[in-house]
């Protein structure tokens, strides 16, 4: 007969070391806490479906049963390992594909899912798209897109809905200029802060993790995205800044979690390639948005009256006010252009759409870009280069110099451009501030070289009538 007492003290020390360890696992894991929101869960829902519904209406699906169906296992198998204390049942899980070129993925709020077919092909295994798939919907559970346009003020679902969907659908997440509804909302919802893509990382690690995934695959794909994450229209860095350190802490996270059984089917993952390899090039969203926009006209010609004789700048005055941000003055023959990342003030046959995009030739554009620096000259600095960017001409003439802004401390800088419209050459003047919250609010003025100084004193008053409301 064995002895009772013996084994059962094997038997309970071992329970112990498993509960030790397991406990322990659980203690080291980093805990995640969402920020602040002052919209409902429901709210992240009414805005993810209505901005899906105008995605949707402008970029491509991968419409291809095998492809689609492996995405969604990958999603569905994310979304059961979930923290429940994180759960919103109101949410609503979807995992589609789009048919364009760039390494890229996002989520809308309340729980619409885009995966690029350019990201799928660029992964080495599985592991790399549930990577970023969980990454993606580590942003969705922490409901960061509501949560960064809380300190905005409060706008119509609709209109937010519209905002977020023209960021994506004008192919400039991230950036200075996008097509959409409202002053400055596309970017709040999808370019976070450095604090919210840690966040994002740390729990995609553990979702990853819970769901048999190798967490490392995320360090693995945030390498690739790096190293080809050049060409046009959104890409992934642009709109998830990276932290700094984050191979470093992702590693360390990776370290503290189990993973739990072994998820990934090479198999399918080998069919799945070669069944994109087999199909023609995925167009580049910017292709993708200029053939949507294309009337009958000979290409790269203007819209509208743009390149056309502009009026110079009235000597009669008139006021707007800009939600609860700022208030300004400008020539009376001056007409209001609102998009979802800034507002300008330009006269008639100065502004229009180029080849899908929205440029202008004299006037004024006011904005906000979200700061991470915090200092005003490096963020005004990094605010340059992605103008610089976007724009190959452009070119500094001098280096910043201080100025007020509002009776704010801040920088000009005048810039020397080339325009795509007419050819000659244009002089760019930046001015920027820093906003309560940190971030940084800009206004550029810009008239072509030979008509700067007519419109120099217009500008100067118009600068000088800024108001920040903040």
């Not at 390149?307 to 009376?332: H, K």
Request: hydrophobic share 35%; glycine share 10%.
């Amino acid at each position: 007969m064995p002895d009772r007492p013996q084994s059962n003290g094997r038997s309970l020390k071992a329970a112990a070391t498993f509960l030790a360890v397991t406990a322990s696992l659980a203690v080291a894991q980093t805990r995640i806490t969402p920020p602040k929101n002052k919209y409902t869960p429901a709210q992240d829902v009414e805005i993810g479906q209505q901005a899906a519904k105008e995605v949707e209406q402008q970029l491509p699906r991968l419409r291809d049963g095998d492809i689609e169906s492996f995405v969604d296992r990958i999603g569905r198998r994310l979304v059961q390992v979930m923290p429940s204390e994180l759960e919103h049942r109101e949410f609503r899980y979807s995992f589609n594909v789009i048919n364009v070129r760039e390494i890229n993925a996002f989520a809308l709020p309340g729980g619409p899912m885009y995966v690029n077919r350019g990201m799928i092909q660029a992964a080495a295994v599985e592991g790399e798209i549930a990577g970023v798939m969980a990454h993606e919907l580590s942003h969705v559970i922490l409901r960061h897109g509501t949560a960064g346009a809380t300190k905005q003020q409060p706008f119509a679902i609709g209109a937010i809905a519209g905002a977020i969907a023209g960021t994506i659908i004008g192919g400039r997440v991230g950036q200075v200029v996008a097509q959409g509804s409202q002053f400055g909302l596309g970017t709040y919802f999808l370019r976070y802060s450095r604090e919210y893509e840690k966040q994002a990382d740390l729990l995609g690690v553990q979702l990853m993790a819970r769901a048999g995934y190798n967490p490392i695959d995320l360090v693995h794909i945030f390498q690739t995205i790096e190293k080809q994450g050049g060409g046009s229209g959104p890409q992934f860095m642009s709109d998830h800044p990276n932290p700094g350190n984050r191979e470093a802490y992702i590693t360390e996270e990776a370290s503290r979690v189990r993973i739990e059984g072994r998820a990934g089917d090479s198999r399918e993952f080998a069919r799945v390639q070669d069944e994109l390899r087999s199909m023609s090039p995925a167009p580049t969203t910017e292709e993708v948005t200029r053939r949507g926009k294309q009337t009958p006209r000979e290409p790269g010609q203007p819209t509208g009256n743009i390149g056309t004789r502009v009026a110079p700048p009235s000597s009669r005055y008139q006021s707007y006010t800009e939600g609860n941000l700022f208030r300004i003055s400008v020539p009376d023959n001056w007409r209001e252009v609102a998009t979802s990342a800034s507002v300008k003030f330009v006269p008639d046959g100065a502004y229009g759409q180029v080849q899908g995009r929205t440029v202008f030739t004299h006037g004024v554009e006011l904005g906000v870009t979200r700061n991470e620096i915090h200092s005003l000259q490096e963020a005004t600095q990094e605010f340059i280069d992605g103008l610089s960017e976007s724009n190959p001409s452009l070119r500094a003439t001098g280096r910043l110099q201080n100025t007020t802004l509002s009776g704010r401390s801040g920088l000009m800088a005048v810039l020397r451009n080339v325009s795509e419209v007419t050819g000659r050459g244009e002089t760019v003047t930046v001015f920027t501030t820093l906003l309560r919250d940190g971030n940084l609010f800009y206004c550029i003025t810009v008239a072509p070289e030979d008509e700067y100084q007519a419109y120099q004193r217009s500008f100067q008053r118009v600068t000088q009538s800024i108001r920040l409301t903040d």
